[in-house]
């Protein structure tokens, strides 16, 4: 384990002179600008619920592609779009919105999470990195992951430009929306893909049971903060940013998982939102 020093800027020069933690800043980077946008529009929407299964199924998505000896990507891809088709297929009554999907999203969470335990079994050998995958890791990030990682996230960064506007008003205002003429129920199809493909991304560093972290805490963070709207966009971006730099650099000097950083800086940017805006409530204007 390294051990840091007392000169903060030696200490970043020390660990930025490796490879391997330029590329996870980069990917780190990349990532939060991603988790940041999606997340923000995902609590927004009050669909939580849905991304963290989303996470969720990055698990057995990677067991399972270990087990049938591909990609580990195409597992985490190919299982949450399928799992975010699956979820869209919940009607999309107003009334029934909420309470039936996310009775489909606890069905489809347990399902996937049986599954990843069968793919381990069904693998007859010692499935490695089963620490990672759950918990994440920095260590082995490449140059060619990072540019894959960035092409990705500019094509989910392009789509989500062009349906910003309309989606953010269906977010807000469904109904109202609808009565305008948007395509509300598209828009929902298509931000569950994104969002899936935004966890399928995410959980390649974060593990899968900590790509929650970075989707929902940052984004949640802003809204205590502000409930304006592009601000809080900016301002989850930030707080996601920060908190994956953070998380990076404590965790080289700790033998434990980036995950349980990402978390707890995280959760302590929350707590630190939620006190601020409980001293600005009882401040008299």
Known sequence: M????????????????????????????????????VGFLMVTRRQAFAGHTLSAVGFPGAAGATWLGVPAALGYFGFCVAAALTIAAAPSSARLRFSEENALVGTVQ???LACGYLFVVLYHGVLGGTTALLFGSFLGVTAGQVTTLAVLAVVLLAVLAAIGRPLLFASLDPQAARASGVPVRALDVVFLVLLAATAAEVVQITGALMVFTLLVLPPAAARELTCRPAAGLALSVVLALLVTWVALGVAYYSPYPI????SSIAFGTYLLAR???????????
């Open 110 to 112: 347990a399902f996937a």
């Open 275 to 285: 006190a601020t805006r409980a001293v600005r409530d009882r401040v008299p204007a």
């Open 2 to 37: 390294n051990q840091p020093g007392w000169n903060p800027v030696a200490d970043l020069q020390q660990m930025w002179a490796l490879p391997f933690m330029v590329n996870a800043y980069r990917a780190g980077t990349v990532l939060a600008l991603l988790a940041g946008l």
């Open 259 to 262: 995950g349980f950083w990402l």
